[in-house]
């Protein structure tokens, strides 16, 4: 084995200091080196709106946003976290306000055991903020990487549908007001 992968595997053992941004908030921590975005979240930040599906990035349930990506946290080593700001769905209610979103999922029945909602909610806030009007084939796309298998897609679809609508009425609004 070469020095540098045995000292690779040396760091991955050891605990790592990690600071980062997380929902807006400095987090410096101590973790266990091997672990991915996705453990260090959970077990060492208790946040366990981000869900552990597969581990292999097929499910998209374990979707955060990276530095305003959208990532598989299952496949973001922590130790590649230093110094960058994750936002989980935790952080994604503005005070005691609901996203449009999480308020049109749960309206229009587009969770049902909502082991795949959080994933679906970042998904779905990162296609509006890029697109605010996506047509239903756009949204379908953006969201091919999330697996839900409660709802049939539909549901979500609508509500993803609501929310945008709800975010451009609110925006036309806050635009005459401030005219
Ligand atoms: S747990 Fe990450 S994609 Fe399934
Ligand atoms: S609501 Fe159950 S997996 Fe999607």
Redesign the pocket.
Known sequence: MSDLIQLQGKALREKQRLQMTVNHEPRDLMFDGYKTL?EVLREDLNLYGT????????????AVMLDGELV????VAGVDCQGRSVETIEGMQVGPELHPLQSCFADLGAAQCGYCTPGFLLAAKDLLERNPHPTRAQIAEALSGQLCRCTGYLQIFDAVEAAGKQIREAQAERKVSNA
């Open positions: 996705l869900k552990h599906g597969c581990e292999l990035g097929e499910c998209g349930a374990c598989l946290s299952c496949l």
